[in-house]
């Protein structure tokens, strides 16, 4: 697990570990002690350099949630995608994109720090 300390984008759905690493969604393999890329993401952008990205639990699937820099307005978007994850096989996880959308904006310097889900 020696690159999740570099990351502060991470959650455990279904007791697999999910996180983001150089712009991609990732997941760790107990069994042989490695982190794998989350295939399919159909939709999903790769995240650049210096973009806040969180990730939790929704029920069983994942929610990602980033932002955007709208340079010309002083204003960044905050977006949010839910992902719906599969386990095919020992070693293969996918993800489909169920919804992605522009959910907030807020002033350039905000920045997000961590995201929950409520259930009720």
Known sequence: MGSFRFSDSYC???NVLYSVCNGTLRWY???????????GLVGLPKFLPGVSV??????????VVW?????????????CAEIALERRGVC????????????????????IVKALSATV
Do not use: F
């Open 12 to 14: 455990e759905v279904e």
């Open 29 to 39: 393999d107990g069994e042989v002690n490695v982190w794998r890329s989350l295939d």
């Open 54 to 63: 969180r990730l939790c639990d929704y029920g069983g699937n994942m929610v």
């Open 67 to 79: 932002d955007k820099n709208m340079l010309s307005s002083g204003q960044k978007k905050i977006l």
């Open 92 to 111: 293969e996880i996918w993800g489909g994109v169920e919804w992605i959308d522009h959910v907030l904006t807020v002033p350039i310097g905000y920045y």
